[in-house]
């Protein structure tokens, strides 16, 4: 059983003992269009180069794509690109969908000149129940309990791009650039461009930088996202209908909550919103 590490258009790079190995996927993965993904645990064939067996997966993200991991650090910058809860709430939502534990990372503190703004959104977030931090690339302090909460996990970068991923990367790991060159090496180009999705082994654990994206939809329905909503979970299963979708349902403990400020408006806000941009039912979409 080896390790998938990274993923360029049909080429992947397998972890066989110390090596990092291109290889191809066989011919019965093409024809089924089973997907592999980095994060993936695979038999190969070393003679043909060709991973021939696909491991079942502990959980996996479409986007970015990335299976069996412990951890994903959702990344928002507070300015450059504009800090948006929506997209936050967006990206915490569709990692608890898809079972894996979200820590939300604020990015580019140094550049926030009003204290106020940092007060505003650290009140915004505390109401979603979640860990965060917020850094910045010149504080090598702000590095130090990131560190400990990724050691010994398989951890994925998420966000837009532009919000600081491979510089949060390169800050944690400095000797990772080298990797980096050796990766592109194998792969026969010049350098690492954003359409690679590689996955980085740290002492313990593995962490993946990923391509940003500047839209994301969500593959979820309504009634999953008013399940994994981040802030709603103490209120769940508290609605006078078992299947609340809390928009314009009477008796919904969700909508009490917003009216007694434990989930903020602006929070509600963007869940009718996005939650009005989903279907009903899985085959609607
Ligand atoms: N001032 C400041 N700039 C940052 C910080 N983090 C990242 N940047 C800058 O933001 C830009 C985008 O960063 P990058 O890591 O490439 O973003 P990615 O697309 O998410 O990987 C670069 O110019 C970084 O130097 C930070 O904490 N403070
Ligand atoms: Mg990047
Ligand atoms: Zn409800």
């Known amino acids: 059983m080896h390790l998938v590490v990274g993923k360029q258009k049909t080429r992947y790079v397998v972890e066989v003992l110390d090596e990092k ?10 024809r089924q269009k ?13 003679a043909s180069r060709q991973i021939i067996h696909l491991y ?14 412990d951890l994903v650090l959702v ?3 507070l300015v450059e690109p504009e800090f948006s809860l929506l997209l936050v709430e967006k990206f915490l ?19 926030v000149t009003n204290a106020e703004t940092i007060q505003a959104v650290s009140t915004l977030l505390d109401r979603l129940h979640i860990t965060y931090f917020i850094i910045s690339k010149y504080q090598q302090s702000d590095l ?15 966000g837009q791009t532009g919000v600081g991923k491979s510089t949060l990367i390169n800050s944690l790991y400095p000797d990772f650039t080298r990797q980096v060159g050796d990766f592109s090496f ?50 769940l299963g508290k609605c006078y209908f078992n299947d609340c979708i809390h928009v314009n349902e009477h008796g919904c403990a969700v909508k009490t909550a917003v ?12 869940y009718v919103k996005i939650s009005q941009e989903l279907n009903h039912k899985r085959e609607d979409y």
């Open 21 to 30: 190995i291109v290889m191809q996927a066989a011919t019965d993965f093409i």
């Open 34 to 46: 089973t997907a592999i993904y980095v994060g993936d645990f695979v038999d190969v064939d070393l």
């Open 56 to 69: 079942p997966r502990l959980n996996f993200l479409i986007r970015p794509p990335v299976a069996n991991l």
């Open 75 to 77: 990344v928002m910058s």
């Open 93 to 111: 939502a569709y990692a608890q969908f898809a079972n894996v534990r979200p820590v939300l990372i604020l990015t580019k503190k140094d550049k």
């Open 144 to 158: 130090a309990p990131i560190k400990t909460l990724i050691n010994g996990k398989k951890t994925t970068l998420m």
């Open 186 to 235: 194998h792969l026969g180009r010049g350098k690492h461009t954003t359409k690679e999705i590689i996955m980085l082994k740290t002492r313990e654990g593995y962490i993946v930088d990923t391509p940003g994206f500047s839209s994301f939809e969500l593959p979820m329905i309504k009634s999953e996202l008013a399940e994994n909503y981040p802030g709603f979970t103490p209120y």
């Open 259 to 270: 009216m007694a400020g434990l989930i903020s408006h602006d929070s509600y806000d963007n």
